[in-house]
């Protein structure tokens, strides 16, 4: 798992995010986060909801069971 996926999985921690509000707080470009959730997305660690705002579809991800528990052993790794 490389930094910035980390990175990605660390900001969804707690509540779903859309794509832009990902690669800005990891600070990444837009088209780079996408293709890291997608990867993430195929590894099982996140999921994807698309629902319809103002006529265009907005994709929210969110972290799986497997994507917290990770989370939760990378939280405990910096703590030793």
């Known amino acids: 798992l490389g930094a910035t996926k980390e990175?990605?999985?660390r900001e969804l921690e707690g509540e779903p995010k859309h794509?832009?509000?990902?690669?800005n707080?990891?600070?990444?470009s837009k088209g780079g986060v996408y293709s890291h959730l997608q990867d993430l997305k195929e590894a099982g660690m996140v999921t994807v909801d698309?629902?319809?705002k103002d006529g265009r579809g907005?994709?929210?991800y969110?972290?799986?069971e497997a994507g917290e528990l990770?989370?939760?052993a990378l939280k405990k790794a910096d703590d030793t």
């Open 7 to 9: 990175s990605i999985l």
């Open 19 to 23: 794509g832009y509000a990902i690669a």
């Open 25 to 28: 707080a990891v600070d990444i």
């Open 50 to 52: 698309e629902v319809e």
């Open 58 to 60: 907005v994709k929210t």
């Open 62 to 64: 969110h972290l799986t």
């Open 70 to 72: 990770l989370v939760a």
